[in-house]
């Protein structure tokens, strides 16, 4: 998305004030209100995103590797869940909201290709930029006047310059849970997947990424095997956290080790993340095994 986008000119007095800020109130409440929107609609845009790439089955890690139809099918994806999220109705377009046909619009990258059947048609407009993971949720009259003079082969106009001034804006540059391939840097990310086997390649991604919660998708991707789960259990010796309490590294699960994870001062884990951290002294281990993590007292007593 443009990095600088013009002030919102949708005031009192302007045409379509009225008619988006009703939209906008509508929406806002279906959501639960401003805080739940701003929680929801970037956790959306995660999961549409990250169930197209699929790195568990796929091994693609980025946006970047998906073909053009899948690209394609996340904006498809996009207006289904956001339908679902709002409890919106299909309509003669995508939506019907307060008796107005509205067109829904999704981009991945700095503009909307508005259909002629959406001129003069309120628009939501959703926008996901992927590299910076910032979001955006708009609302637009999208009229001739707003529109580019060129089209593309499907009769389809984009938004003018000037047209970004008519965008009611919900969510602007708002963060978004970013890829979390992107936040490690490459040779980490090559070492990771190295592994010749899934302990192997669990060990490395706890090691490497320690005090920062990992989703459980990742988690499935690194072990690349049915029951992903069992690589990051004890397992007689040989398993991902039999292999790191060797060195002092616990593993923990966001909802069963709550607790611990609190009294490491480690940073909260929903209950469906993971985090791992290289234990200082003898008296955090003593702390996660009291908890069902043992092992971790005997990198101290050997230190």
């Known amino acids: 998305m443009k990095q600088k986008l013009p002030p919102s000119q949708i005031s009192p007095g302007h045409a379509d004030h009225a008619l988006l800020s009703a939209l906008a109130q ?8 401003l805080m739940e929107l701003t929680r929801s609609v970037p956790a959306m845009l995660r999961d549409c995103i990250d169930d197209v790439i699929l790195t568990s089955k796929t091994g693609r890690r980025a946006y970047e590797d998906l073909e053009k139809t899948e690209k394609t099918y996340i904006g498809t994806r996009v ?27 999704h ?29 955006y949720l708009g609302l637009i009259v ?21 047209g970004f001034e008519h965008i009611l804006w919900l969510l602007c540059d708002q963060p978004y849970p970013a890829n979390f391939w992107r936040l490690l840097p490459e040779a980490v990310v090559e070492g990771i997947f ?28 690194v072990a690349a095997q049915k029951d992903f789960m069992r690589r990051i259990r004890s397992d007689g010796g040989h398993g991902t956290r039999d292999l790191l309490a060797r060195d002092g590294i616990v593993i923990l699960e966001g909802r069963k080790d709550a607790q611990l994870i609190r009294a490491l001062n480690l940073p909260h884990c929903s209950g469906s993340e993971f985090i791992s951290a290289q234990l200082t002294t003898l008296a955090e281990a003593r ?17």
């Open 26 to 33: 509508d929406i806002t409440t279906r959501a639960g209100g």
């Open 142 to 162: 999208a009229r001739r006047d707003y529109l580019t003079d060129g089209q593309n082969k499907d009769a389809k106009r984009s938004i003018s310059a000037q």
């Open 194 to 221: 190295a592994g010749d086997s899934g302990n192997a390649r669990m060990a490395t991604l706890f090691r490497a990424v320690q005090r920062q919660p990992i989703p459980r998708d990742v988690v499935e991707a």
């Open 79 to 105: 207006e289904i869940e956001l339908r679902a999220l709002l409890r919106l109705p299909k309509g003669r377009l995508d939506t019907e909201i307060l008796g107005h046909d509205v067109d829904i619009k």
């Open 107 to 135: 981009t991945m990258g700095s503009n909307w290709m508005i259909p002629t059947e959406a001129v003069d048609q309120p628009c939501i407009l959703v926008a996901a930029d992927e590299p910076r993971a910032r979001c």
């Open 287 to 303: 702390l996660a095994a009291s908890a069902g993590h043992a092992g971790c007292e005997d990198f101290f007593d050997k230190a």
